[in-house]
């Protein structure tokens, strides 16, 4: 005989077929059937933060006397053992499935019943002991608050001080090396090497302190507020104990949203966040579009800095070596520049006294997070830490950029100093020794106006 494939389960709608070897019930197993649309579960990270509030509400519903204490701590172990010994195969339901998420929080309920039960030696109810005080309608809401929040806390915020960091040493290094500046992609006034990283520093802790500023209304969590905002079923007391000991548990300043209705049926500071993601993602894009210019040749290009060879760049020419980082940068920004649009129109489905697009929600704002996060890491790391800067090609443009004329405005006029550059330009010839044929300035006069170092803000005397 062959042991049995599926186990027959119940659940308000009648007996199910459920896997033999599946920790959930019949649910998770209608939600497998009925959202065969992608293959994509939620993140691991949501799923996590979905256990903790369990393992949080299981203690404070014993705390106010709703559960007894065999349960709790049963609930709270299976909880705990689900975060350290993850298996995905235990969480399969589809991201797109209901709105409101309500097939992933049964999942979850059902999974860490099953193995409380199994410790507790006794039977624990999916809804009556797990979810007890709760909804789906609450319960994921703040899932997206609190894995978010930790994702940007573990992750995305340490990823950025790392960047910033990397780019701050390299442009200490460069800070004496003058270059020619461009705007418009064309020859402009001379800046140093470091200066433009600082730039960059500066767009990376920028996008830092906006994230930042997310975090006092993403750590406000719409617990408590049951179905439809009224807290029906719940303790009274149930809000604020269950952020305390969320808070205690995470340790996130968590609290109760001020105002339930909001919390269910508006996703605005998820909105908010996206936004913020977004912001970083174009300063991404900026920044390894300037590596790749800057990188660009090694010959007919700018050639202005080497960046790490790291793999072949042609399958056909050989020696070619592509700025390959700065490329998958800029398509992760891509990325999660889309990402944004979906989760606007995802934050703007709030329907009443629920938003029904909360699993789109939670899956675009964990993954762009986390792509992110190793998109700083990578440039950072395996480009501008290793990058390399071509001090021989950026001072054989610099003498030679008519642009340095404009040095001399204040001193000849914005007319003349505009005549001596085209000049030098039809001549091919240094703006220093035009100037000096076309203007009755001295040489001395004529090196001290256009040091490019001097013109940049340095000290003369450095």
Known sequence: MTERSTRRERDSLGELEVPAGALYGAQTQRAVLNFPLSGRPLPQRFIAAVCTIKQAAAAVNHQLGLLDAGRAQAIAEAACAVRAQFDPGQFPVDVFQTGSGTSTNMNVNEVLATLAARRLGEAVSP?????????????????IHLSAALALHEQLLPALGRLAETIDARGAEWRGLVKT???HLMDAMPLTLGQELSGW??????????????????????LGATAVGTGVNAHPDFAAAV???LSRLTGLALQPSEN???ALAGQDTAVE????????????????NDLRWMNSGPLAGL??????????????????????IPEAVAMVAAEVIGNDTTVALAGQSGNFQLNVMLPLIALKLLEGIERLANAA????????????????????????????VTALNPVIGYLRAAEIARTAYAEGRPVIEVAERMTELSRAELERLLDPWRLTGGDPDA
Request: hydrophobic fraction near 45%; aromatic fraction near 2%.
């Open 127 to 143: 809804n009556d002991h797990v979810n007890l005080g709760q909804s789906s309608n609450d319960v994921i809401p703040s899932a």
């Open 181 to 183: 500046g461009r705007t």
């Open 201 to 222: 520093s500066a767009q990376v802790r920028a996008c830092e302190a906006r994230l930042r500023a997310v975090l006092p209304r993403l750590t406000c969590l719409a």
């Open 243 to 245: 952020s305390a000991e």
């Open 260 to 262: 339930f209705f909001a």
């Open 273 to 288: 966040l996206s936004g913020q993601l977004k912001t970083f993602a174009v300063a991404l894009m900026k920044i390894a």
């Open 303 to 324: 050639g202005e800095v080497v960046l790490p060879a790291l793999q072949p760049g042609s399958s056909i020419m050989p020696g070619k070596v592509n700025p390959v």
């Open 377 to 404: 890491d990578a440039l950072g790391e395996r480009a501008i830490a290793g990058m390399q800067a071509r001090a021989d090609n950026l001072a054989a443009t610099l003498d030679r950029n008519p642009v340095l």
